[in-house]
């Protein structure tokens, strides 16, 4: 087969136009020395996905999106070694590559791993993203472990699902997330939280009434402007972690407890290619091991099937109506 369907953006229109998405025909791609070429079972759209596709214009060629997938190895470089014909994988992609929304897709061998085994493809390609994402703020930026205290501060979202239950891997302190609605309030306790509280409220109140003396680590997805209330809840030494922006950020705010603050971004390494690349495989791989002894679960909410352009126009309106609980994971019908 020299040709297969994808999934391209070929200008930044409002996911609600029939353009903003359509259905080409592109060439089956090759893998260099370290690919895996992957014909894509199952895929979860992100917001990183509504963010490029806004700021794409019109690219001089179709633009394939998605991160995360999972699938079948169809064939693999001559400098693959980990993986054979057959393997079945999951990844979180490359920002520098075309992405995942395509029947194939090619995936550096250092960022792929075998996926768990206990999922169904769909309920897998809700993870890799985020779980990566997750694990690298907690285990890298914050060294959370032992007693430690936590904060996720957004936690029925798609990063804040996964954070949760690979920090309840790490420490025996308290996890809390922060929550504003009794339905994401339920999901972040399934998930393992100890309590949530409201972000819509101050802080310092709330967590003080959970008789928590300081975080040593918080994760933020909504972290504009509250230095000053993430200042009054840390530990002295603490790793404030942030995966939005924080456009004015005020280190006087953070002086008095020597916070530190470290902008999170799952693609560096990729991006980059920086010498410990291989790491983001070696993370989905203790991953699938976390999920296949059952202590982590799918973060799937919602599955629709089809990897096409109707189907993931669907999957982008709800990432984009800022009300998602979890993930929503798009299968693949026949090919």
Same mark, same amino acid.
């Given at each position: ?139 890298? *930026?914050?060294? $959370? !472990?032992?007693?430690?205290?936590? &904060?996720? %501060?957004? @936690?029925?979202? +798609?990063?804040? /699902? ?37 972000? *819509?409220?101050? $802080? !310092?109140?709330?967590?003080?009434? &959970?008789? %928590?003396? @300081?975080?040593? +680590?918080?994760? /933020? ?41 470290? !902008? ?72």
């Amino acid at each position: 087969m020299s040709t297969m369907p994808a999934v391209a953006v070929t200008e930044s229109l409002p996911i609600t136009n029939p353009h903003s998405l359509v259905d080409v025909r592109l060439p089956v791609p090759k893998p260099g020395q370290n690919d895996l070429l992957v014909e894509v079972r199952a895929v979860s759209v992100n917001p990183i996905d509504v963010k490029i596709r806004a700021g794409a214009g019109t690219p001089a060629e179709p633009l394939v999106l998605g991160f995360d997938g999972v699938g079948r190895v169809r064939a693999v470089g001559d400098a693959v070694e980990e993986f054979a014909i057959g393997d079945e994988v999951w990844f979180a992609g490359d920002r520098t590559r075309q992405g995942s929304y395509a029947q194939f897709t090619l995936v550096d061998q250092r960022v792929a791993s075998l996926r768990p085994g206990t999922l169904p493809a769909g309920a897998a390609a809700a993870l890799p993203l985020t779980a990566i994402t997750a694990s690298e703020a907690l285990r890298e *930026h914050i060294g $959370l !472990a032992d007693d430690d205290a936590f &904060l996720m %501060v957004g @936690g029925a979202g +798609g990063v804040g /699902s996964m954070a949760i239950q690979i920090a309840r891997t790490l420490t025996s302190g308290p996890v809390i997330a922060t929550a504003s609605r009794p339905e994401t309030d339920e999901w972040c306790r399934k998930l393992g939280a100890d309590a949530t509280i409201d972000h *819509h409220r101050p $802080l !310092a109140e709330q967590v003080q009434e &959970l008789g %928590v003396e @300081g975080f040593q +680590g918080i994760l /933020s997805a909504f972290s504009a402007g509250r230095e000053a209330d993430f200042a009054e809840i840390m530990a002295p030494f603490g790793k404030l972690v942030v995966i939005d922006a924080m456009p004015n950020l005020d280190t006087n705010a953070l002086k008095a407890k020597s916070l530190s603050v470290t !902008a999170e971004s799952m693609f560096t390494r990729t991006q980059f290619h920086t010498s410990d690349i291989a790491e983001q495989g070696r993370i989905l791989a203790r991953v699938a091991d976390l999920v296949d002894s059952g202590k982590v679960r799918s973060t799937m909410t919602k599955r629709l099937k089809g990897i096409n352009a109707e189907t993931l126009r669907e999957a982008t309106a709800l990432v984009e109506s800022g009300h998602m609980i979890g993930k929503v994971v798009v299968e693949a019908d026949a090919w």
